[in-house]
């Protein structure tokens, strides 16, 4: 998806795992479990509950990867997947930032 902001604002916008929430169908009833720092940092755990088709689910991210204002990992370590590797990458581009993921 190209994000008519430029690439630092954008970024900010992703790297913070509570902002994810704020994305997500509200049927999926998604909430951030973690508390405190939740600074981006590879090392990062971040826990989440949600339903999906009425059940409720938990899910555990780790931040295996992270080049600020470049991309981050998030690899799933407790997940309703058997792996789970999601890659963010965020380039200039003449419209804005590019979001690849």
């Known amino acids: 998806m190209t994000v008519p902001r ?3 604002e954008v970024f900010a916008m992703f790297e913070n795992p ?3 929430a704020l994305i997500t169908p ?3 009833g998604f909430q951030v479990l973690s508390e405190g720092d939740l600074t981006m940092r590879v090392g990062l755990e971040i826990d989440y509950r949600f339903r999906w088709l009425g059940l409720p689910m938990r899910w555990r991210t780790l931040i295996t990867e992270y080049d600020r204002l470049n991309h981050f990992v998030d690899e799933g370590i407790r997940s309703p997947y058997r792996l789970w590797r999601h890659r963010h990458e965020f380039t200039d581009v003449p419209a804005g930032t ?3 993921d």
């Open 6 to 8: 430029p690439r630092p």
């Open 18 to 20: 509570r902002n994810l």
């Open 26 to 28: 509200k049927g999926l």
């Open 98 to 100: 590019e979001v690849l």
